[in-house]
Nanobody, 117 residues
Framework: VELVESGGGLVQPGGSLTLSCAASGRIYGINVMGWYRQAPGKERELVATQATTRRTNYSESVKGRFTISRDNAGNTVYLQMNNLKPEDTAVYYC????????????WGQGTQVTVSS
């Protein structure tokens, strides 16, 4: 599965950004799509995920500020980021994981989000 991300950029603290990730290829009907991020010198960490059941999972650091959603077809996932903080600065990666086949997971190329005044 190929993942194409868009929407990163530079934003001031308190601002908003929306990331998008479109999946194409052989997509399993039951899957989890989501976002991870990696800041310089740190390990990649989960931001938010959403299953095809629409069940969501958020890291504590973004709860109440970020919202993950998918389009009706379920092949595009969005991350609405509000009240951004400098510590949200990172490369954000889209992830696709088919249920029962973790070995078939895919990653996007990453999109830079920089929160700075």
């Amino acid at each position: 599965v190929e993942l194409v991300e868009s929407g990163g950029g530079l934003v001031q603290p308190g601002g908003s950004l929306t990331l998008s990730c479109a999946a194409s290829g052989r997509i399993y009907g039951i899957n989890v799509m989501g976002w991870y991020r990696q800041a310089p010198g740190k390990e990649r960490e989960l931001v938010a995920t959403q299953a095809t059941t629409r069940r969501t999972n958020y890291s504590e650091s973004v709860k109440g500020r970020f919202t993950i959603s998918r389009d009706n077809a379920g092949n595009t996932v969005y991350l609405q980021m509000n009240n951004l903080k400098p510590e949200d600065t990172a490369v954000y990666y889209c992830n696709y994981k088919p249920w029962g086949h973790p070995e078939l997971q895919s990653w996007g190329q990453g999109t830079q989000v920089t929160v700075s005044s």
